[in-house]
Structure formats: C-alpha cells, structure tokens
C-alpha cells in the first residue's frame, strides 16, 4: 500500500513539476523565437514616431 501510495505521490509531482516547468520552457523558448522578431518592436517605435509627427503636421 505504502508503494502505490509513492507512485501516486510520484505522479502527482511529475504532473506538478511539468506544470511549472513546462510554462517556463515554452517562454524561454517564446523569448528566443521574439530574439529574431524583435524587428516589430522597433516597428512600434517608429509607429509611435510617426504619430507625434502627424501632430506636429496637423500643428503646422
């Protein structure tokens, strides 16, 4: 009984572990992916420019 009751408490911490783990695998590994696609971001910027520029032109 005591064995099967270690197997359980062995799979419900395998499970646990994977949960968390897991998570944190797929966001390092989501990091990496944004590393290459970080050109976006740059793109935002310059999108952000613009806008006051727009303002600038609507002020003159």
């Known amino acids: 009984m005591d064995t099967a009751d270690y197997v ?4 419900f911490l ?3 572990a994977l949960a968390i783990i897991v998570p944190c695998v797929w966001c390092m590994c989501y990091k990496c992916r944004t590393r ?3 050109t ?3 793109a935002d910027y310059p ?3 613009t806008m006051p520029m727009m303002g600038t032109l ?3």
């Open 8 to 11: 359980w408490l062995f799979i």
């Open 47 to 49: 999108r952000q420019e």
């Open 58 to 60: 609507s002020d003159q």
């Open 36 to 38: 290459g696609p970080i």
């Open 40 to 42: 976006p971001l740059p």
């Open 14 to 16: 395998g499970i646990f």
